[in-house]
């Protein structure tokens, strides 16, 4: 991979956006390398990811950025660009279950995760050795009944102290508060076990088996205050059938899990997922 | 394919039923060449289906079945047994959506569906043509908010008069009365187009485009008087992103309702599928 | 769908590709509902699909061609330009196997195909009664060891008495000649009954079986005098098993042949394919 | 998952297996929980699975396996007797790609596998420290072009040192020597990077990408003396487009070969497949 500046925009939809994004890049001889459209016609919204040579610019990014604002300005973007070198911060979240924990903690460790894992978080102790043998730091925060106002105080310090650009609720199996999720609303993954809409809550494979579905699923999305309703990212099924007990559909949602896991937080990491109301564009 | 007497059992699980039943079989040369087991541990209950060749027997179907009798009582069995050359009879039902039943006629016409197709019902004309080309009989019903019971007796002297043992509504945009629902519970087959649980009810693919989901399905199951509810026998999906709209939904959705209503009406047709309470067994 | 030009365009890469192009098209105040940009790093080679809302341009098609081709010139480009309300002209040719034939009949009589379909070229008389009723010319072209010169000969008066854009092969089991390969470059359309490049040529589903193969599949592509050579357009596969014999692969690819076809059909009938060497972009 | 023993034939079919069977295993009070047959009609060979309750059985398995050698004897049967207790003795072998190594392991030590990974063998020392914080012994053995028969001595003695039952290819890029994939025919397996028959030998990634294929996969299979054209036991694909360069292949690939061996291997520790000539049967 290559060094890139990544420049994400939507804004409301009219003729010459792309025109007058992708001249402001050449006039500076950028080499756009990736480059990904998408007009909304129910809501007509305009989506735009630019992938942009580091090397191609005489500028660097700071420059970059203050040299397109008016640009955006202009026709009422939100936006974003950010450098492929600075690598987002991501905390990890989880509880008992250790299947999407050691499948990030291997992703990154082999060089695939374009991301540094900065911490740990668990109500566990349980995956310490495993966090540790890769020498990231590991924060038992026990949360229950009567501490949870500051176990989840704790948490935002470890978030702020870690400055943690993502969360990654890798099953973990807490509710965060509101004020979490407002104040990472965008930045917060959570991989649910079940194809969502269906068996929002707990215990989905429970209610999968119960219902007898012919597929069993894994959704990743972002955390909002209403649970298990946020944007999807990612979503990806298994079949199963009658000879599957519920010991079996968990063992094998497990690997959907993970796969739908690792390609969503890929996505965001790469600033890939332009959320626009309930719903996301991905540019895989 | 050659010709074989289907025997398909469920009863209470215990020691021996395999034995019994295959020496019974064996006791008359039967020649087995299929053979599939269930043992549902939560429920204790015990599936079976064994497809015996005609040419190995020296007796015909309902002397075997009368040996066979005393075995079902002393296991408290429920049972039946079919012949293989005596396709079942279906009758189809549809709206104004062309692509399930232009499916399933032109499987049935190049001979890969092992049924007889005896009449078409639909509450349009617009289907007619289509069917008569292929000499089975359409019959137009139309429904309305007055005339409802009226025509829905109208299509239950059509399925007595063409003696159908299977329904199967091809996208028929109605909903069948609790006197059709228990007459051919376990026998109407439905394909809804969304992957249940999510969805159910109408318009399922505005539902799944307004929540942004990666998957689109289309679910084949059995018509109980809850609607959407009944025992699902074939589930499948396909992937969508955000620049699909919903027309590209539809589309995309009639090929997963083709192909999950296909293999589930196989399964069917072929005394695959064993109802356990809200579940399937199918041994595919 | 609404009217648009679809402006496609491959050429060597360099800075400013894209913003000389919207600027162009912007400069006729053109809507550009879908863009679609692909780099090629290996070959330095770059690929491009606009599509632009017809009611939005001052201009007709070949005044906007005309206007457009001093940058074509500019950059070195291989482009074309259609109009998605001139549908492209498809002669179909079969065999004995109906299922692909039935399957585009009825996606375009059903309005879902964006293409007329012109004609029916057989070398049997199987399928005849079925495109008739269509209303669709029948074209009986029997092909043996002694008249194959002849028979190629009144196929190609065929295809252009029919002004063919396109030619499918939706299970034509013989192979074309150089002459009508190299006429119809890029151009002709065939669906392989296994997943290339496993089981080129003859009986592949045979080989399949032979191999014991957890997967099979089929392969639509372009058609070039190497046989099942040509750059691949769409593939798709299904699971089997040990318990499938070789009547089910072929029932079973059946519905892979189905939709892979379908789709690399669609891909190409809407200007999405562009052919690069011996591979494909796919702006699906 | 509950203790039983599964009793695995292979043997030409005919009239009465089963019942001879069963009848066995019901003489003993054998309760048993899964059962599988197949009956192979192109070689006229019978397969089947049964697991068999421990509890429900009044005599240990050594008993139990003599009572049962007169059947075996009569039916000509392949057979073997294995207890779920015992899981098998697995020797890993790698090289320097991390990521099946690793799948495996966490598998294991999260207890999903049922099996003991009782040493890696490696011609790298890289995974040494991810092994030993497993706690399993890690054997550096170099191969080259000078020492080969020497390392295959060494490793020869490190299988039976570690009375391997089951040695896994996890990305090992060495070729076995015949005397190796003899000792362990049906026990030796192994992970190829593509979808075989395609793309057999080394580099199939770049292949894969030369052809322009739109799905990679991986396969599963037995070793034999010719390279990578052993018993198929699982594969599995993954969809790629254009936009995908070699890389995207080879990150891509890494999650379908993970999938297809730890299914595979599943598979055999379980003792669920059955090797018979070039194909085998897979209960699973």
């Not at 050795?129 to 310090?157: C, G, L, S």
């Not at 068996?199 to 972002?222: D, Q």
Request: glycine fraction near 6%.
């Amino acid at each position: 991979m290559e060094d890139t500046y990544r420049l994400v925009i939507s804004c409301p939809d009219q003729v010459g956006i792309v025109a007058k994004v992708s001249s402001f890049v050449s006039s500076y001889q950028g080499w756009i390398v990736e480059a990904s459209h998408h007009a909304d016609r129910m809501t007509g919204w305009f989506f735009m990811r630019n992938e942009i040579k580091v090397s191609s610019l005489p500028v660097g990014l700071e420059e970059f950025k203050a040299a397109f604002a008016p640009i955006a300005d202009e026709y009422g973007m939100q936006w974003h660009m950010t450098d492929s070198r600075a690598p987002k911060r991501v905390v990890l979240m989880c509880s008992k279950e250790s299947h999407c924990v050691a499948d990030l903690l291997h992703r990154w460790h082999s060089g695939e995760l374009s991301a540094n894992i900065v911490a740990v978080i668990s109500n566990h102790e349980d995956m310490r050795r495993m966090v540790e043998w890769h020498e990231i730091p590991y924060h038992h925060v026990p949360v229950n009944r009567e501490n949870k106002q500051a176990a989840f105080d704790t948490m935002q310090e470890l978030f702020e102290r870690y400055r943690a650009d993502v969360i990654v609720l890798a099953r973990y199996m807490q509710i965060l508060p509101p004020a979490v999720c407002q104040a990472y609303a965008g930045r917060a993954i959570n991989i649910h076990h079940s194809f969502l809409p269906s068996f929002a809550g707990a215990k989905p494979y429970h209610k999968a088996y119960e219902r007898g579905v012919k597929l069993i699923g894994a959704t990743c999305h972002y955390v909002t205050e209403d649970l298990d309703e946020g944007p999807i990212i990612e979503q990806d099924v298994i079949r199963v059938s009658h000879s599957d007990n519920i010991n079996d559909l968990i063992r094998l949602g497990k690997d959907v899990e993970k796969a739908a896991l690792a390609r969503g937080l890929r996505y965001h990491l790469e600033d890939r997922v332009l959320v626009h109301g309930n719903k996301t564009v991905v540019f895989g």
